[in-house]
């Protein structure tokens, strides 16, 4: 069964303290792995979209990054505004119109 | 340029009673449009998708149905609403050519009492 596993489940950051966030997924044939930002109340903003293993993709402070088994999201040098929940998506290549989603890396960078 | 409406932005309704969210998407043709439950420590639940005008798939079994009743346009609607149904409804649609990135309405906290 296709699975996508978000850790931690939370994170606490001091600004400037870089660390990365862990999405793990099971799929039987990725065709894309994405990355979303989630603000409290508010929909998911899409973020990137990485499709095979060493590809990585970068957006100020953010650095996606893709293997065979995982992918994470390196934040470097975080600022309070980074503060968000993470959500990682992945998209099987027999169905491509569907997305199977994480539970999400709630961040909180502290000032 | 491309954006997407949703509206009620919140809603709170009691038990059995009807429901209607309105999607809709400006700025491109024939999108796919889907909609998406969010329950807090579940993430997001597919709901409904559809391709084009009267076509959509169900992902849930439940008392929620969906309609795509002009090309740009998905309502989300319920006969009877349940206390489970309560959660933050989002819309999303797949611009032409973006392969199955998914961008997002702003949602709608739906309350039931």
């Known amino acids: 069964e296709d699975q996508v596993t978000q850790s931690p489940e939370a994170l606490r950051l001091q600004e400037g303290e870089s660390s990365s966030l862990n999405c793990s997924y099971t799929?039987?044939?990725?065709?894309?792995l994405f990355w979303y930002r989630q603000d409290p109340g508010k929909g998911p903003e899409f973020l990137f979209t990485l499709y095979s293993a060493g590809e990585e993709k970068e957006k100020e402070r953010l650095k996606a990054t893709l293997t065979k088994k995982e992918s994470f999201l390196h934040i470097t040098a975080p600022k309070p505004e980074d503060s968000a929940t993470y959500l990682c998506a992945v998209q099987n290549a027999g169905n491509n119109r569907k997305l199977i989603w994480g539970l999400g890396t709630s961040l909180a960078v502290n000032p | 340029s491309q954006t997407i409406h949703q509206w009620p932005a919140t809603l709170v309704q009691p038990v059995g009673s009807p429901l209607s969210l309105e999607c809709t998407v400006e700025?491109?043709?024939?999108?796919?449009l889907y909609w998406y439950r969010q329950a807090a420590g579940r993430g997001l639940q597919l709901l409904f998708y559809?391709?084009?005008?009267?076509?959509i798939s169900s992902e849930v079994p439940q008392n929620l149905s969906a309609s795509r009743p002009q090309d740009r346009q998905f309502i989300l609607s319920s006969k009877k609403l349940l206390l489970s149904d309560s959660g933050f409804y989002l819309c999303?649609?797949?611009?032409?050519?973006?392969?199955?990135?998914?961008?997002f309405g702003p949602g709608t906290r739906l309350t039931v009492l």
């Open positions: 999303a649609w797949v611009p032409l050519g973006r392969d199955n990135e998914q961008f």
């Open positions: 559809s391709v084009g005008i009267g076509q």
């Open positions: 799929v039987s044939g990725l065709r894309g």
């Open positions: 700025g491109t043709s024939n999108p796919n």
